[in-house]
């Protein structure tokens, strides 16, 4: 377990929005879910990934997966 999230660190890391990605891949949270809940298509979010997110988005993207993530627990 140890390796693959040192692994998983190494590879987000050159990305933009890595801190959210990685995210998105230890809650088991997928684009398409996301992108669901901010109320955007999948494209538009990835595309939004690209570059680094605002303060603003960022908070608002990272809330949506606490949500999701939430809600696949219960």
Known sequence: ???QTLNLERTYQKMNNSEIRMMMKRRR???YEVAEK???S????CRELRK???GKRKA????AIE???GENNA
């Open 42 to 45: 999948e494209g538009c979010f």
């Open 29 to 31: 949270v997928l684009q």
């Open 52 to 54: 680094e997110l605002n």
């Open 38 to 40: 901010l109320g955007v």
């Open 67 to 69: 949500a999701i993530a």
């Open 60 to 63: 608002e993207v990272i809330a």
């Open 1 to 3: 377990m140890f390796y």
